[in-house]
């Protein structure tokens, strides 16, 4: 029997196709990865003069609320909002350029951190077949960076992120998984309908929540995490080397998004 073979096919046509990064296309250890990043930035920080400790407190009390609020704000203005206020406050450092300065760590060493990321060739195989057989893609991954963040780890996971017609950042965000408001304004930004999109995650809280309005669901198993402990057999689910063969199945897109909000 085929790999694909166990694999139920999909149940209606799709307008749009929406992936996560992190653990879907992108191998990716996330503990792992998020210490080496706070290393990272701890360092460029101490680097330029700055007291790294207040730095990476600051980064903390901006992750959290974004995580947290639900004002219709973006992201990107509740981050440094949280940011300032948790480091002018420590600090008494009003003037600096953190955007600026943070927007150098992104260019600069952000990309170090993926040296020794081996990407999983079935990334680009999968996101190449559905581009050639129509289909619009999506990068919905958890909008806390900004894009210079996004467009590295692409790149680590051997993927062109000009294959995407909307990539989910803080600047381009008022909400995060699993809340179904991110979910929302992405249907919204695509101007379809949940039954209308293919979500391919590897989180069942995070990535499946999509399911909750109505869009399809593909679990890539390579990096599971299922923290809610899920019975997988619930959902369409394997190796992403199985959803890139699952995927030449797909018909051609006869109906593809065509306003997609960037």
């Known amino acids: 029997m085929n790999e694909t073979d166990i694999i139920a096919p999909a149940s209606h046509p799709y307008r749009a196709v929406c992936f996560d990064l992190d653990g879907?296309?992108?191998?990716?250890?996330?503990?792992?990865f998020l210490?080496?990043?706070?290393?990272?930035?701890?360092?460029?920080?101490?680097e330029r003069g700055f007291n790294s400790?207040?730095?990476?407190?600051?980064?903390?009390?901006?992750?959290?609320?974004m995580l947290a609020h639900d004002d219709g704000t973006t992201n990107h203005a509740v981050f440094w909002t949280a940011f300032r206020n948790a480091v002018d406050g420590e600090t008494g450092d009003t003037d600096t350029d953190w955007e600026?300065?943070?927007?150098?760590?992104?260019?600069e060493d952000f990309g170090k951190l993926g040296a020794s990321t081996v990407p999983n060739p079935a990334a680009d195989s999968a996101v190449a077949t559905l581009l050639a057989k129509g289909y619009p893609l999506v990068l919905t991954t958890m909008p806390l960076f900004p894009p210079r963040a996004v467009e590295w780890r692409l790149r680590w996971a051997g993927v062109d992120s000009a294959a995407f017609r909307r990539m989910t950042v803080y600047t381009n965000s008022t909400s995060v998984k699993p809340k179904l408001a991110y979910y929302q304004e992405n249907l919204d930004a695509l101007g379809l309908a949940g039954e209308e999109v293919l979500m391919v995650g590897n989180n069942t809280v995070e990535d499946l929540a999509f399911m909750q309005l109505g869009a399809d669901g593909f679990l890539v198993?390579?990096?599971l995490l299922n923290p809610n402990e899920m019975d997988v057999n619930e959902v369409r689910h394997g190796t992403l080397e199985q959803?890139?063969?699952?995927?030449?199945?797909?018909?051609?897109?006869?109906?593809?998004?065509?306003s997609i909000q960037p």
Do not use: H
Request: proline share 5%; glycine share 6%.
């Open 24 to 32: 879907t296309l992108l191998p990716m250890d996330l503990d792992a």
């Open 35 to 46: 210490s080496s990043y706070y290393q990272a930035l701890g360092k460029f920080a101490a």
């Open 53 to 65: 400790a207040a730095v990476l407190r600051g980064v903390d009390a901006g992750v959290r609320a």
């Open 100 to 107: 600026g300065i943070f927007n150098q760590f992104y260019e």
């Open 221 to 223: 198993t390579d990096c």
């Open 243 to 258: 959803f890139a063969q699952w995927v030449e199945t797909l018909p051609t897109c006869k109906n593809p998004a065509t």
